[in-house]
Structures are given as structure tokens and as C-alpha cells.
């Protein structure tokens, strides 16, 4: 009676497959483009946040070998 039912299932399982297929590539096409846009909307607060940074550091790096050699 089991093989019976896994031969039923086993002409079922290729449509099953290829439904479950398309929605994986579906969902991760979503999931890939939201990312996208997420990255797109945060770069332009980002990148002058990691630059000012970088300024201030080389800032005080550069007074501290300043005041070093007085």
C-alpha cells in the first residue's frame, strides 16, 4: 500500500517541484530587489557619516604628531 502511494505522489512531484521552484526564484528576485532599494535610500546618509569619520580620525592623528614634536 505504501508503494502504491509514493508512485501516485511521484507524478504529482514534478508540478509540485516546479511550483515550489518559482516561488523560491520569486521571493528571492523580491528579496534581492527591497535590498537594492534599502542600499540605494542609505548610501547618500552613509557616505558623508564613513567620510567625516575618516577626517576626524586623520584630524587627531595628525595634531597628536603635531603637538608630539613641540
Known amino acids: 500500500m505504501r508503494l502504491m502511494s509514493m508512485v501516485a505522489g511521484a507524478a504529482e512531484g514534478s508540478s509540485t517541484?516546479?511550483?515550489?521552484?518559482?516561488?523560491?526564484k520569486g521571493s528571492f528576485e523580491t528579496m534581492v530587489s527591497d535590498s537594492m532599494?534599502?542600499?540605494?535610500?542609505?548610501?547618500?546618509?552613509?557616505?558623508?557619516?564613513?567620510?567625516?569619520?575618516?577626517?576626524?580620525?586623520?584630524?587627531?592623528?595628525?595634531f597628536k604628531r603635531v603637538t608630539a614634536k613641540a
Open 17 to 24: 517541484m516546479q511550483t515550489l521552484t518559482e516561488a523560491m
Open 37 to 62: 532599494s534599502m542600499i540605494a535610500m542609505l548610501v547618500p546618509i552613509v557616505l558623508p557619516l564613513v567620510g567625516a569619520g575618516l577626517v576626524v580620525a586623520y584630524g587627531i592623528k595628525t
